[in-house]
């Protein structure tokens, strides 16, 4: 999940589609309107046998403020690499308070850096 999340970041679709299973990879993928990604959060992982999941949310930048894209993700395991099969994804508006940390992913309290 990592790696997919970090080619959406440097837009590398290739390596997206390559990760993509083949029964469900579609023939084309454009990210030239993919938002800008700050962060990613994995909120919960399972195994069970050749099938995975992972639920995570991935934070972006909006033109005023932050979204986020949160998504349970199911993945196949075929002869040893894990492929992404589908999601079910929800986006939302994120609103940190002034001293969480900040979503860019600094280290710093919102307040002190991108409030």
């Not at 894990?82 to 969480?100: A, C, F, H, M, V």
Request: charged residues 25%.
């Amino acid at each position: 999940m990592r790696s997919r999340y970090a080619a959406f970041v440097l837009h590398l679709p290739e390596y997206l589609r390559a990760t993509w299973h083949q029964s469900a990879r579609p023939d084309t993928l454009d990210l030239k309107d993919s938002p800008d990604w700050t962060g990613l959060q994995i909120l919960d992982t399972s195994e069970s046998g050749n099938r995975g999941t992972v639920h995570f949310r991935a934070l972006y930048r909006l033109a005023k403020g932050w979204g986020f894209l949160e998504e349970n993700s199911d993945f196949v395991q075929e002869q040893g690499r894990w492929y992404y099969l589908r999601g079910d994804t929800s986006e939302g508006q994120l609103k940190p308070g002034r001293n969480d940390p900040c979503p860019c992913g600094s280290g710093r309290k919102y307040k002190a850096c991108c409030l």
